[in-house]
């Protein structure tokens, strides 16, 4: 719930750590290094600090901030004083938009490193009660920054008026600009990135996520040409095993009939989603695919898959049992990811590589370097960039334990997409 700025505890384990050297740092009983050499590499609170922050120069955000914690802190007098806020980025072009706000290329002021920043406006969040999403998108991103194929986040903050996730820029661009302009991709390509997909969904579904939300736009290259899946915002957490869920929201095209029925469903819709994905990078189509919307929708439900000459055997094997309208028939029903990883189709992937990033991408985007904008849709681009983004007011309505910075120190000493 969102609730007038007072401090709720999120970090609950955190919080007595937090405020207890807060206070000292306050009453100026020991400064910052202190904190660091008090705290050694090992205290947990210590893992969640970034120690660039303790040398800043006097009087940025940080100093004021006294302690580095603060990042946690759920008020409006304890945002104040956050590590890292909207004023610490210039915001230099928008690099996507959707319907809860925009994305954007950000260059980290102190660090010259450059970030894709969500901002989200509070006001549609709060009109569309939808607050739970964008809540979750920072839940999960928090709960998977390990895995080689999701975005990861580096911060989260808020201003009085929006909420701000800082994420690895994906220079490479949507999966599907390049599909676009190339209208297939070869078998070969087509597996390289359906088997990073499938490696990052079964890593969801191990935390009991569901992504549901698989789609074009939210299927990204980093700059080697790796693939990198964003945007969780309609990610289900807590779908246990052959737990279901009823609820809905997403894009159409590429989601699974029991979803558009709004009847029950469990993780088998990522298997569904990646079918579809699959399907438009083998044929150049969506699957069930009519110019007419409801058209499309219907043949979704009811239509039987017609899959053309052109894909090999093992590859129109894979879609049939991805496409499956009965989720219990589903490849990937029982054992998820494992039914994928031993299908003819991925016989030549070796998993265990592909994971570790030692298969060469079969295409990597040519950029000039780390704020490259060339595979981005000018669509996006051309719009605006909003003055107000690096102003931080205060005061406002205060979402519970949103701000956040990321466990591992490379956020501010290395960038971590190529570049
Ligand atoms: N569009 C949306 N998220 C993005 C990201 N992380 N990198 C590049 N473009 C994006």
């Not at 302690?67 to 590590?83: D, H, N, P, V």
């Not at 890593?203 to 040409?225: Q, T």
Request: hydrophobic share 40%.
């Amino acid at each position: 719930m969102v609730k007038k700025a007072k401090s709720p505890v999120t970090y609950a384990k955190m919080k007595g750590i937090v405020s207890y050297f807060a206070a000292l740092i306050k009453e100026k009983k020991f400064g910052s290094t202190d904190l660091l050499q008090k705290c050694g590499n090992s205290h947990p609170f210590y893992r969640h600090v970034d120690s660039e922050c303790f040398r800043r120069p006097e009087g940025s955000v940080c100093d004021k901030a006294g302690a580095a914690a603060l990042c946690f802190t759920t008020s409006a007098e304890e945002q104040q004083r956050s590590l890292v806020s909207a004023a610490d980025f210039d915001y230099l072009k928008v690099i996507g938009t959707g319907s809860f706000g925009k994305v954007l290329l950000a260059r980290h002021k102190q660090n010259d490193k450059y970030y894709a920043v969500k901002v989200v406006k509070k006001h549609i969040i709060l009109k569309k009660k939808v607050e739970g999403h964008i809540i979750c998108e920072r839940n999960v991103l928090l709960k998977t920054v390990n895995h080689p194929f999701l975005v990861r986040l580096h911060f989260s903050f808020q201003t009085r008026d929006r909420l701000y996730l800082v994420l690895d820029y994906a220079g490479g661009g949507e999966l599907f600009y390049h599909l676009q302009r190339e209208s297939v991709f070869t078998e070969p390509r087509a597996r390289f990135y359906a088997a990073e997909m499938a490696s990052a969904l079964g890593y969801l579904h191990s935390l009991h996520i569901v992504y549901r939300d698989l789609k074009p736009e939210n299927i990204l290259l980093d700059s080697a040409g790796h693939v990198v899946l964003t945007d969780f915002g309609l990610c289900k957490e807590g779908i246990v095993g052959r737990a279901t869920t009823k609820t809905f929201c997403g894009t159409p095209e590429y989601l699974a009939p029991e979803v558009l029925q709004q009847s029950e469903y469990d993780r088998t819709v990522d298997w569904w989603g990646l079918g579809a994905v699959l399907h438009e990078m083998l044929y150049g189509l969506p699957p069930f695919y009519s110019a007419d919307r409801m058209v499309m929708l219907r043949n979704i439900m009811f239509q039987p898959l017609v899959l053309k000459a052109g894909v090999s055997k093992a590859g129109r094997d894979l879609l049939k049992r991805l496409l499956n309208r009965d989720r219990a028939k589903r490849l990937g029903a029982k054992h998820d990811v494992a039914e994928l990883q031993h299908h003819s189709f991925f016989s030549s992937i070796q998993w265990d590589e592909l994971v570790t990033k030692k298969i060469t991408p079969p295409f990597v985007p040519s950029l000039s370097g780390p704020d490259d904008l060339t595979n981005v849709d000018p669509a996006f681009t051309n719009l605006p960039v909003p003055q107000s983004l690096g102003m931080c007011e205060e005061d406002g309505i205060t979402f519970p334990g949103f701000s956040y910075m990321s466990q591992n120190v490379p956020s501010l000493s290395t960038q971590t997409n190529g570049y």
